[in-house]
């Protein structure tokens, strides 16, 4: 198994702790209002939403991918940091094993925030992974991070 790791580093003028609850606390239904055509819904399978929970996204229709079962390996609401890991799930691509996120988002002395997010791609022996594809998806991710941004300086 191969480890690929990639890091992005988005800034915000949206203080951190309002953030983390967006892109952290609040995802599973804030998401799926402001971006229906990425997700259409999470279903919890197990859990409370703490470390060790089991959640299904079910991706929109503007997605190529149906869906991926996720688990949260660790939130820490004071540090602003959440880990979780893709287990399952077309968005895998049958190359995966699975791929972990961590997420820390640190405020700025200007108020805002800046979103820190490392994303490790664990291969299934030794498959190549297809850059372009790693691309896009943090490209969506952006685009979704944007969304939030933007839904939450329009209802302040």
Same mark, same amino acid.
């Given at each position: 198994m191969v480890a690929i790791t990639y890091d992005v580093e988005i800034p915000s003028s949206i203080p951190a702790a309002k953030m983390f609850k967006a892109v952290v606390l609040d995802a599973d239904t804030l998401i799926p209002n402001i971006m229906p055509q990425a #997700?259409?819904?999470?279903? #919890?399978?197990? /859990?409370? /939403?703490?470390? /060790?929970?089991? !959640?299904?996204?079910?991706?929109?229709?503007? +997605?190529?991918?149906? +869906? *991926? !079962?996720?688990?949260?390996?660790?939130?820490? %609401?004071?540090?602003?940091?959440? +880990?979780?890991?893709?287990?399952?799930g077309d968005a895998l *691509?049958?190359?995966? @094993? +699975? #791929? %972990?996120?961590h997420v820390k988002i640190v405020p700025t002395?200007?108020? /805002?925030?800046?979103?820190?997010?490392?994303s490790i791609y664990h291969t299934k022996g030794d498959v190549e992974i297809n850059e372009e594809k790693i691309k896009e998806g943090k490209e969506k991710a952006l685009q979704m991070f944007k969304a939030? @941004? *933007?839904?939450?300086? *329009?209802?302040?």
């Open positions: #997700i259409k819904n999470v279903e #919890i399978l197990e /859990g409370d /939403g703490g470390v /060790g929970t089991v !959640k299904i996204i079910h991706f929109g229709e503007g +997605s190529q991918y149906k +869906s *991926a !079962k996720h688990r949260v390996d660790a939130i820490d %609401t004071e540090n602003l940091t959440h +880990s979780y890991t893709i287990v399952e *691509a049958g190359v995966l @094993e +699975s #791929i %972990t996120y002395e200007d108020g /805002g925030c800046i979103c820190k997010n490392r939030i @941004e *933007a839904y939450l300086q *329009a209802n302040a």
